[in-house]
């Protein structure tokens, strides 16, 4: 017999929770730079800063170029489906939150240009490290709040590839292909947290495998989501 817990968590998943289609069929991620491409059958598109870039930094300049290059994304795809797009991040908590409002700056200007659509475009902002500073998933909150006011949608993202920690002020990346559980039990717990202070999200998972997804399914309901 399933349980009621395993019942309202699979609805849970089903209603809230989105992840990367890399390599699935009508699915299209492109990176920060890349020419815009296009493949039978699109269903969704993904733009993203890319890995090296979120750890190698993003400057001024280089968040108002990647925020054309969103919008350009938004006016090569955005008629066949809406784009999501990540904002620019970074682990550390203080950078990620002056890199999401340097964004939401930039895409305000857009957007009052007439240079981008918002109805087309759906922007990720991604947790990193939020749960481990005091006050710092309130403070992530009010900022989706913002972005959504302007799109009339926002995800917050977890990465699923590697999730940063922070640890007595000390960053520990987990690669959660090597400790799966670690990373679930990490994503749920924000899940939990995030109910608290701002109410139900959509989440979005970036770079999620099947490793990861196995003992999400199976380790969802021992911690109490519930729909």
């Given amino acids: 017999m399933v ?5 309202l968590y699979r609805d849970f998943m089903r209603r809230s929770v ?7 069929e009508g699915y299209l991620r492109i990176d920060y730079g890349e020419r815009p491409r296009h493949i039978e059958g699109l269903r969704g598109v993904m733009v993203d800063i ?8 993003f400057s001024v300049d280089s968040v108002r170029d990647y925020a054309r290059y969103v919008a350009q994304a938004v006016r090569e795809y955005g008629g066949c489906c809406r784009v999501v797009f990540v904002v620019p991040d970074n682990w550390d908590f203080q950078r990620n939150t002056e890199l999401a409002r340097a964004m ?7 957007v009052s240009q007439g240079a981008l659509d918002p109805a087309r475009a759906a922007p990720i902002l991604v947790v990193h490290t939020a749960i ?14 913002e972005y959504k006011s302007l799109f009339g949608t926002a995800y917050l993202g977890f990465s699923a590839r590697v999730s ?4 007595n002020g000390t960053l520990k990346p ?3 292909v090597r400790d799966p559980n670690h990373c679930v ?11 608290g202070v701002g109410g139900d999200w959509p989440w979005f998972l970036l770079g999620v495998n099947r490793r990861v997804l196995k003992p999400l399914s199976r380790l969802g309901p021992q911690l109490g989501i519930q729909g």
């Fill in 185 to 195: 039990s990490r994503f749920l717990n924000y899940v939990r947290a995030v109910r």
């Fill in 3 to 7: 349980s009621r817990a395993s019942t």
């Fill in 164 to 167: 940063p920690t922070l640890v």
């Fill in 50 to 57: 890319g890995f090296k870039a979120m750890r190698e930094g």
């Fill in 104 to 110: 939401l700056t930039e895409l305000r200007g857009l």
């Fill in 132 to 145: 481990d500073v005091p006050g710092g998933l309130e403070t992530l909150i009010d900022l989706a709040n």
């Fill in 174 to 176: 987990t690669q959660c």
């Fill in 18 to 24: 989105i992840y990367n289609g890399e390599g699935c």
